[in-house]
């Protein structure tokens, strides 16, 4: 029995998220992309996970590199999210503010949290890759968040001190 791709996706877009960036880092080079398959998973030690098209430029980098940094978006960060969707093929931090915390990943100035993560484990589902990653390192700002819910973009109107 197979169910259809679009009755899963209806389900799917039923599920309110938010929307993160997910960087990584390989010789030298930057790479983020728009992520919103994102949970915890874990608190001893600290664990959270991320899921990747294995099509995705940004696979090859998280893979070998085996570090990434999670950055929460808030409502005011829409652009990057749309930016880190699309398919530039580089020059994709042209005119971006950011910094680096301890794995070298971009840390997205203004982001509402940002969690710094080494591989532990990664595991092959289908098209896509689960990256279980260890948080060495977080930092969080005030805001409210980018949601992500029928197809589009919303600021659900929350805040966060
Ligand atoms: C709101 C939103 C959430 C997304 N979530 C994911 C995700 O969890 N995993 C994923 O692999 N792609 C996700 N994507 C798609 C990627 O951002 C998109 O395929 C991107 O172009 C891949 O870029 P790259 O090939 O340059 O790495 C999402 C896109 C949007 C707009």
């Known amino acids: 029995m197979s169910l259809n791709p679009e009755t ?32 915890s998973v874990s608190l001893e030690p600290p664990s959270v996970l991320i899921c990747i098209n294995r099509e995705a430029r940004s696979y090859l980098f998280i893979s070998s590199s085996k570090i990434f940094c999670v950055n929460v978006l808030s409502a005011d960060q829409e652009h990057l999210a749309r930016r880190f969707s699309g398919k530039l093929r580089d020059k994709q931090f042209e005119g971006v503010d950011y910094f680096v915390d301890q794995t070298g990943a971009a840390v997205l100035n203004g982001s509402l949290a940002h969690l710094d993560c080494e591989v532990t484990a990664e595991h092959h589902v289908a ?32 805040n966060i001190s």
């Open 127 to 158: 098209s896509h890759s689960i990256f279980i990653g260890k948080v060495l390192s977080v930092a969080t700002r005030s805001g409210s968040p980018l949601g992500y819910f029928g197809g589009d973009f919303h600021d659900f109107g929350l």
């Open 8 to 39: 899963f996706k209806n389900a799917m877009r039923r599920f309110a998220t938010g929307v993160t960036v997910v960087t990584s880092l390989k010789d030298g080079e930057p790479r983020g992309v728009t992520v919103s398959a994102f949970a």
